[in-house]
């Protein structure tokens, strides 16, 4: 199973910090992700053209991966995965 972390922001949608999710890939996490937690999710995650909503950084074992590939990489039993939202401001 791969863990999910959900920040504050996040959490509020899913009401959970984290949850553990049967999955090979990303694509499937993200499927399984949406149909657990519904549209706000999915709007928080993705912009408009279905690309990562670029105020989100996701973290893979504690290395921040690239929205290009991220369909590519495989994810394992043991591995973490992490939603950080990017703040900004001055």
């Known amino acids: ?3 999910i972390l959900f920040p504050l ?3 509020n949608v899913t ?7 049967k999955t090979t890939n990303f694509d499937d996490l993200f499927s399984k ?4 937690y519904g549209e706000p999710l999915k709007k928080m995650i993705f912009n408009e053209s279905m690309g ?3 105020f989100i950084n996701i973290y893979l074992n ?5 929205s290009e590939n991220i369909s590519t990489i495989k994810l394992g039993d043991k591995d973490v ?3 950080l ?5 001055g």
């Open 1 to 3: 199973m791969v863990t």
């Open 9 to 11: 922001i996040l959490s």
């Open 15 to 21: 009401k959970e910090k984290k949850t553990t999710i």
């Open 33 to 36: 992700l949406f149909t657990k």
């Open 52 to 54: 990562i909503n670029r």
């Open 62 to 66: 504690g290395i921040i991966i690239s």
């Open 81 to 83: 995965v992490a939603f």
């Open 85 to 89: 939202i990017i703040i900004t401001g």
